[in-house]
């Protein structure tokens, strides 16, 4: 399917585990961002990448891990899950910062 | 600081006007957008203005910007049931590598 997905939809896990958020868009996009929605912060950016193999930190980094070794695919790791992290979480991917930015459905994610 | 602030929550009535608020503190800003996000979707821009315009008009939608104030609103004439959603202002900086920063959303209820 064309444009930008993020699997899984919603997904629960336990404190402590580490986990993977999924995101691929089709349209080879060079830019790529991953954003946390929580209420009264709107969202907010916590990694970013500007090609393949180059990434960087956004607003909020702390206790996220990401790679991009393929254009298409931007991978959200969380390596030791906590409660603070329960969040929705979204990626976008844009030709250029400055362009539009096209987001994906979201990831619902409960750290329990 | 790249603070960007809208009240929380509209009310209009069907076919009313709505006029959505957002402040933001940099002064290097180069676009300003309005994102719109529907229940359990993403974002999707509805539109931008680039920061050296006062106002934008598409359809329904004016946008009115006001630099000296730091001050950026939505219009939406002519409010309908269907634009019931989560309106997200959102700034790109120059020297910030043209990333988004978004405000907290405000959420815009349609009373038929």
């Known amino acids: 399917d064309a444009g930008i997905t993020q699997s899984p939809r919603y997904k629960i896990t336990e404190t402590g585990r580490q986990v993977t958020l999924m995101c691929h868009q089709t349209?080879?996009?060079?830019?790529m961002f991953w954003y946390r929605q929580d209420l009264g912060h709107g969202l907010r950016l916590i990694y970013y990448?500007?090609?393949?193999?180059?990434?960087d930190k956004g607003e909020v980094p702390d206790g996220y891990v990401v790679s991009r070794s393929k254009t298409e695919n931007f991978p959200l790791t969380l390596e030791s899950a906590t409660r603070s992290q329960t969040s929705v979480y979204f990626c976008a991917s844009s030709e250029s910062a400055a362009d539009e930015a096209f987001f994906g459905q979201g990831t619902r994610l409960t750290v329990v | 600081g790249e603070d960007v602030e809208q009240s929380l929550f509209l009310s209009v009535r069907e076919g009313d006007s709505s006029v959505i608020n957002c402040t933001y503190t940099d002064s290097s800003s180069t676009y300003l957008y309005w994102y719109k996000q529907e229940p359990g979707a993403g974002l999707q821009l509805l539109t931008y203005?680039?920061?050296?315009?006062d106002m934008k008009q598409d359809q329904r939608l004016t946008v009115l910007l006001n630099k000296k104030d730091k001050h950026l609103s939505l219009r939406i004439a002519d409010t309908q049931t269907g634009d019931s959603a989560i309106y997200f202002c959102a700034e790109s900086i120059w020297n910030a590598g043209n990333m988004l920063t978004f405000g907290g959303g405000t959420r815009l209820m349609v009373k038929p």
């Open positions: 990448s500007a090609a393949a193999d180059i990434t």
């Open positions: 203005i680039f920061s050296n315009m």
């Open positions: 349209w080879s996009h060079s830019y």
